[in-house]
Every structure is written in C-alpha cells, then in structure tokens.
C-alpha cells in the first residue's frame, strides 16, 4: 500500500500524475476521457496517482500566461465520481485557499472512509484572495483527520534563491506532513543543492528524512517549455538551447529527465535520504503521453537497478 510504502520512508516510490478533464466538457466526454484514464493507469503498475487542483497563477507573475487558463473539474470530485473502477490510490492535491474552514472540515470528515491521501497548497502569490491559509488547513487535518497521509510541495529552484526550502519543509513536516512531491525538476544542480542541506539539516537535529518524489514532465514543444518556465520551473539556458536545437524536444526531454532523476537517487541514497518519483502527464497530445509511459517505464528500472 501506499500510506505503507511512505510511513515505512521506502526509497523508490513511483507515481504518476494527471489533470482532472476541464470544466467545459460534457458529462459523457468526462466519462469517456475517465475511461482512457482508467485504462492507461491501471496498466502503469505505480504506486499511486497524483490528481493536481489547477489554479491560475498569473497573479504570481507580471507576464503572460503562454497558454489561456481553463478551469478542471475538482479533483476529489473527479476521483470519486469518475475514477471509482480504479484501484490504484490516490494523491489529491488541494488548493486550500479555495475553501472555507467548514468546506474544508467536511472534505477531511470524508476522507476517513476514502483512504485518500492529500498534497496540500497554499496560495500561488501573496496576492491572490484566500478563504484559508496553508496553516490553518494543517490545524484543520490534526482536529478533523489527523490519520490522512499528508504530502507537502518543495521547490528546490527556489533554494537556490531563498537557501532555505529545506527548513520550510521541516517546518511543514512538524505540520504532519510525510512526504514532499517537487515541482517538475529540470535543474539537477537546485534539486541537489536542496537534497545536500536536507540531509545535513536532519542529521544535525537528528531527524529522519521523509520520502522526498522528485517530478519529471516530458515537454514536447518549445512553446511547452515557454509555459514550463512562466510556471516558475528553472531550465538551464544551456539545457533549454540543448533542446530547442535538438530537432526533437519531447525525445531528448524525456532521455534529460530520465539522466536527471538517475543522479538524483543515487545522490539521496548516499544521504539516506529516500527518493521517488511522479510522472507527470498533463498533455493531450498522445506523442507526450506515450513519452510520459516510456519515462515511467525507464524510471522505474533506475530504480530496480539501483534499490
């Protein structure tokens, strides 16, 4: 099970993540897009499925978004009512700021009976409107259900700026939360550094490491990558020319990503840290999601040969 796999800090968890369908569909293309849903996942053979709450996020940024916002159907509502034949778990992010304390108390309530587990998020920008805060949605979980296996958002890009990501995750660990699921990582250099003070940090206070999955997205486009960058993932200049100028960005992404997160376990597993990993498939385009597949696939023989 998953809840054992991330209580137990086992190295190696695999998981793979998806978009709910837009808000926009018809009832009967929901079912349809579920269907394909159902069928793909249930032949991947992963730990477990992350189901992302969308947000807009351009109050985060001055520039413009490369690709109009869309709202998707609420994730829980999506696990719940469309994906109920699938029988692998799930990781249900939640946008806390898009709920009451009430609203929020009563999703909790549910989610003894669901087994699902849960990535909070707090707010994309100091500006944007909330109903609650990060903190308060903790103090909700330890009141209403403090059993529910809680994940947690790190950014290493963010590291690199701050220096502090690894304290803001100890800090959300002492919050309840057992693992961290990254954003997508293209700067093994950022998601190194992180890794390096995490485990310096929890060998110095005697802390145990939790499962740390690192995201890996195949991009298919230079128009993608743009979309990638305004969302505030870090592209190397010299990895972004590397791919703009390969004739073949969605081949090439997938071999770099896989390079990246090869370093990365192995550099966790020397810092007894355990290190996973979540493929993300948020395209429509089946080229990307045939890559994000074959990622998975080669990902999960890096981790086999390297247990």
């Excluded at 796999?5 to 009967?28: C, D, F, M, Q, S």
């Excluded at 249900?92 to 909070?120: C, D, I, M």
């Excluded at 896989?258 to 020397?270: A, M, N, P, S, V």
């Amino acid at each position: 099970m998953l809840t054992d796999k991330i209580r137990n800090k086992e190295n190696g968890i695999l998981l793979y993540g998806i978009t709910p369908p837009k808000v926009k569909h018809t009832e009967e293309e929901i079912k349809e897009i579920a269907k394909k849903h159902i069928e793909r996942i249930s032949s991947l053979n992963v730990d477990g499925l992350v189901l992302y709450d969308i947000q807009d996020e351009s109050d985060r940024t001055d520039e413009k978004r490369p690709f109009p916002f869309i709202k998707t159907i609420n994730p829980c509502e999506y696990s719940k009512n469309y994906l109920q034949d699938l029988k692998t778990p799930r990781i249900v992010y939640r946008a806390v700021g898009n709920y009451t304390a009430k609203q929020f108390a009563t999703w909790l309530e549910s989610t003894k009976a669901t087994q699902v587990h849960s990535v909070f998020v707090g707010a994309a920008s100091h500006e944007q409107q909330t109903n609650i805060t990060l903190k308060e949605a903790y103090g909700i979980k330890k009141e209403v259900n403090d059993n529910l296996c809680l994940g947690g958002i790190a950014i290493p890009e963010r590291h690199m700026k701050k220096h502090d990501e690894h304290l803001r995750v100890f800090s959300k660990q002492n919050s309840s939360c057992e693992y961290f699921i990254t954003q997508c990582v293209y700067d093994v250099h950022a998601a190194k550094t992180f890794l390096t003070d995490y485990a310096k940090y929890a060998k110095e206070n005697n802390i145990e490491p939790v499962p740390i999955i690192f995201t890996l997205t195949p991009c298919g486009s230079s128009k993608t990558l743009d979309f990638m960058k305004w969302l505030g993932i870090n592209i190397p200049n010299y990895l972004e020319e590397d791919l703009k100028e390969s004739g073949d960005i969605l081949h090439n992404s997938v071999k770099l990503s896989r390079d990246i997160f090869e370093d990365l376990f192995k550099y966790g597993k020397k810092r007894g840290i355990p290190v996973g990993c979540n493929i993300e498939s948020v395209a429509i385009r089946k080229a990307e999601i045939d890559a994000s597949v074959e990622l998975l696939e080669e990902i999960r023989q890096i981790i086999k040969d390297n247990k």
